[in-house]
């Protein structure tokens, strides 16, 4: 499936109140002036300035940042099947939204969503949607300044979107340090299985759930979602690489770390499982990104394919 014509993934990096102020308004007047649904979204204190200055109309709505944006992936796929569902009920009317992603507790959690902004083109690139980013380069560091203008294909100079000189195709920010993925522990794995053919699968699945049980306090939920997660990478891994294929598994208290890696040949695109699949489309790593935290997808050192998994309890 080809990009959407009316799809556009942009950012603005701002240093004043009154710019952003003025974006913004720029970027409502032209989303309804196109005929599009608005939405502008952030903190409840930014949201009621927002409706202050704004002329209501009735395709202009306003969110919150703390229902919007829970976990990176959850938001991403949450954003997907809500653009989806769209598609059906109001057809190809475009959603513009405007808002600032949020910075993250801690270097960790922000690269996190700088890999959510780095997998927005692919997850939503085939909807008619336009994004606007907002960036306060007052309160953000520089180094998120640097991955959100990599991130975004166009970005907004004098209210005006123009290419953005920055951009980096997503599957090769993936590999820099600034989306900093994910790895697998240092430490000795907690358990080590190896699959030869489809009759292994079961016991591979049992062992997956065994180990969480008896050396992880995770949520049985959670165990059975990664207990799925592994179940099928590692099935792909038996038909679409090569065996043996190798489940690796780490516990902590409330994380499960998993790496499969296959014997074929390699060269997973880094990207594979973020569009949505649509008709009658194998839903393969798509589903399986939507049951895990991260999932990042590799070259094996000896050859092969390798990804990862990663899962902890999720609040309801």
Known sequence: MST????????????????????VRAFVERGLAAGADVMVHGTAPQVA????????????????????????????????????ERAETVGDRALW?????PLGHDLAEQAAWHRY???????LGTFPFVALCTYDARTRP???????????????QRLEDRRNPSYVAPATLLRTPLA??????????????????????????SLVEDVARRHSAVSPRTIEQLRVAVSE??????V?????????????LGRLTCVVEDSGRGNLDPMTGYRHPGGAQSLGLWATRQLVDELVNSDAPGGGCRVLLTLGDQPD
């Open 4 to 23: 959407h014509p009316a799809y556009r993934h942009g950012v603005l990096v701002h240093d004043t109140d009154d710019e952003l102020d003025r974006a």
């Open 49 to 84: 300035l927002r409706r202050e200055a704004l002329d209501p109309h009735p395709r202009l709505t306003f969110g919150l940042d703390e229902e919007l944006y829970q976990e990176p992936t959850r938001t991403l796929f949450a954003y997907q099947r809500s653009l989806a």
């Open 97 to 101: 939204v405007t808002g600032t992603v």
């Open 117 to 123: 902004e780095c997998a927005v083109d692919e997850a």
């Open 142 to 156: 520089d180094w998120v300044v640097a991955a959100a203008l990599a991130t975004h294909s166009s970005v907004n």
């Open 180 to 205: 900093a993925a994910p790895e697998a522990p240092t430490s000795a794995p907690t358990a080590v299985a190896e699959l030869h053919d489809r009759g292994d699968l079961p016991a591979a699945r």
């Open 233 to 238: 990478v590692a099935t792909n891994g038996l």
């Open 240 to 252: 679409h690489g090569r065996p043996p294929v190798r489940v690796t598994l780490w516990t902590e």
